[in-house]
């Protein structure tokens, strides 16, 4: 899918929780309203969205959306437009990571999506190492 990318890292002995609070403060310091899910055995969500001009270009019910799957020696993380889940906090992660999370994109959200997603991603490889 256009603007849905995946990045597995294996032999990290990654934090994971680390990683999701630097996947937060990034995106907040990118001027974004972030919210995500608790973590649990399956994994975390997290969503965000921005306001300003691209509110016009992206749909008021999307975001950002990145999951974080695995064991800290072997997950993946993916990065793609979603569905805004208001009730993200309470929502079941076995129902958002297993279910349609991610959305097909049009035109414009896809070269929004691809610019966000190439520098995100850069920040995390380099966090993990």
Do not use: C
Request: aromatic share 6%; proline share 2%; hydrophobic share 40%.
């Amino acid at each position: 899918m256009l603007g849905d990318k995946q990045e597995h890292f294996e032999g990290k002995g990654t934090d994971q929780g680390a990683l999701q609070s630097h996947i937060e403060e990034y995106l907040k310091n990118d001027g974004f309203k972030v919210h995500t899910s608790a973590p649990s055995d399956q994994g975390s969500v997290i969503q965000a969205k921005k306001g300003g001009f691209l509110a016009g270009v992206i749909d008021a019910d999307r975001a950002l959306t990145i999951t974080i799957t695995g064991s800290p020696d072997d997950f993946t993380v993916r990065v793609g437009v979603g569905k805004w889940l208001k009730d993200l906090e309470v929502a079941a992660i076995e129902t958002l990571i297993l279910g349609e999370l991610f959305l097909v994109i049009d035109v414009a959200e896809s070269a929004w999506n691809l610019e966000i997603e190439a520098k995100l991603v850069k920040d995390i490889k380099s966090f993990v190492g």
